[in-house]
């Protein structure tokens, strides 16, 4: 195993790859994290840890968790290098003797000196900036690549970008996934930009072989494209993220793709978050059989999969948290970071039965713990509803086109019962599939919807905000709040 081959990652041994993240690690905090970044710096002296108890991944345990709600001093989170401290330490020393101090400042400022941020989307707490160095945004470029030739791009084809214009990672990610993997990439800005209009209208021309979007964005696109009997018959790959994709959204997509003249259609989901400042993509045969879990980069981080309540670690294939520690990160950073995301077959470090890349994988449905759903419409007319089985039922529902879940207060009167509305687009039988949504909620989470209500397609743009929101909204919480 060479780690300076760019490609190591994809077939080391599983002690290799423990002995690889163990290094990585161990200089990590010996260099960079303790003696620069103020928050980990004191976390340590107050736990009575030094670099040196922290030789390997195992010993991670021995550091607290890093929680959103540390976040509140973002800059405690950033490597400030300070000038003295660098000249004691050896790697720097080396540096200097090899270029000299003038080109040895220059490589420590590529390193090191903070240009470019993204930040949280959070919409019910303040966004966290994210710093990133020329080092980091190397990084992103390398995941980038990496995140092609998972989902199977090749250079010659040609890709749009259509998340929306934001300082956000998924944006960027993808952006530096094209110049990564040197390839033709053209960023729409999503809806908000040139519309859903604007968009059809520019993948008429360019006649991509694959769109990166997210997937209620790219449904509506579809749907468009099909109403208006486009050819998007070279499109063969969809990758989505910024959001969960049920496998009913799946099936769904697969039959607009053929609608609109693409045969073979391969879905890939990537799975991603600002505080990883790094995605990672699954393997997804375009014969439709199951995804085999989201690829993760050894050398970028290391994730560990706990028990939420007992913050233990969990055995590989066992459901958890999934916690994200930096190995080689610069500018902001987390150590065991508590994602409040749960993955449900946990994760395994056997060789991908599709491509036979042996990093360890995240496998299963991952659903959102510190979603608003849960936070705060966990009680919905008296009674807890798991919203993400209620999203997934009504997405499952074959004759239902786009929805949206409306949850607003009898007569708007904040003190009166909750009622509950799926807005619908069906083009079939509208009593049919009233009947179907009510008697299977009713029947897998115990709640009717107090109306069904059906919309045209272009009133559900409306409804979720397509080209006006930077995410469509499934969801709403129309209830007063109590003053
Ligand atoms: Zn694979």
Redesign the pocket.
């Known amino acids: 195993m060479n780690p300076h081959n760019q490609t190591w990652w994809e077939n080391a041994s599983s002690d290799e790859i423990n002995h690889h993240q163990s290094k990585l690690l161990s200089n990590f905090l010996k260099y960079r994290v303790l003696p620069f970044t103020r928050h980990y710096g004191d976390m340590f002296a107050e736990a009575g840890l030094c670099a040196h108890d922290i030789q390997n991944t195992d010993d991670l345990v021995k550091i607290p968790f890093t929680r959103k709600s540390d976040f509140s001093e973002t800059r405690d989170f950033v490597i400030i290098p300070h000038a003295q401290l660098l000249k004691k330490q050896w790697p720097s020393i080396q540096l200097l003797l090899r270029h000299g101090p003038g080109r040895a400042r220059q490589i420590l400022e590529k390193e090191l000196l903070p240009i470019f941020m993204t930040s949280t989307t959070g919409r019910s707490a303040d966004p966290i900036p994210f710093l990133y160095t020329r080092y980091d945004l190397d990084r992103l470029e390398i995941s980038g690549r990496r995140l092609m030739e998972?989902c199977e791009s090749r250079p010659s084809y040609r890709h749009i970008n259509a998340f929306p214009f934001a300082p956000h990672l998924a944006f960027w990610q993808a952006h530096y996934a094209g110049l990564g993997f040197n390839t033709f990439t053209l960023s729409t800005g999503g809806g908000k930009t040139i519309g859903t209009d604007g968009n059809v209208r520019i993948i008429n021309k360019i006649k991509p072989d694959a769109i990166i979007a997210m997937p209620t964005f790219i449904y509506h696109l579809l749907q468009q494209a099909a109403d208006e009997q486009a050819h998007w018959d070279k499109l063969k790959t969809l990758v989505l993220g910024g959001e969960k994709v049920p496998q009913g959204m799946r099936t769904k997509l697969t039959d607009l793709c053929h609608q609109v003249g693409a045969e073979n259609i391969r879905i890939v989901s990537t799975y991603g978050f600002t505080e990883a400042k790094v995605a990672w993509a699954?393997?997804s045969p375009p014969t439709g059989e199951k995804p085999?879990?989201f690829?993760i980069y050894p050398d970028m981080g290391f994730i560990e999969v706990i028990d939420p309540e007992t913050e233990e670690r969990v055995p590989d294939g066992q459901a958890g948290e999934i916690v994200f520690t930096q190995l080689d990160a610069r500018g902001t950073i987390v150590l065991r970071y508590r994602t409040g995301d749960l993955i449900e077959h946990g994760i395994t470090r056997e060789a991908?039965?599709?491509?036979?890349?042996t990093c360890p994988?995240l496998q299963g449905k991952i659903s959102r713990v510190s979603d608003i759903h849960r936070l705060k419409l966990d009680k919905l007319k008296g009674t807890l509803v798991d919203f993400n089985k209620l999203e997934h039922l009504i997405e499952s529902e074959p004759d239902v086109g786009a929805w949206q879940l409306e949850i607003r207060k009898h007569n708007d009167d904040p003190f009166d019962v909750d009622e509950l509305i799926v807005h619908a687009v069906t083009e079939n039988n509208k009593e049919k599939i009233k009947e179907s949504i009510q008697q299977r909620l009713q029947q897998e989470i115990e709640i009717t919807p107090n109306r069904i209500e059906f919309h045209s397609w272009e009133d559900m743009r409306k409804l979720q905000g397509v080209g006006t929101e930077l995410k469509e909204q499934k969801v709403i919480d129309n209830r007063p709040k109590r003053k």
Not at 352 to 357: A, D, I, S
């Open positions: 998972i699954e393997c085999s879990g690829h991908c039965p599709y491509c036979g890349r994988r």
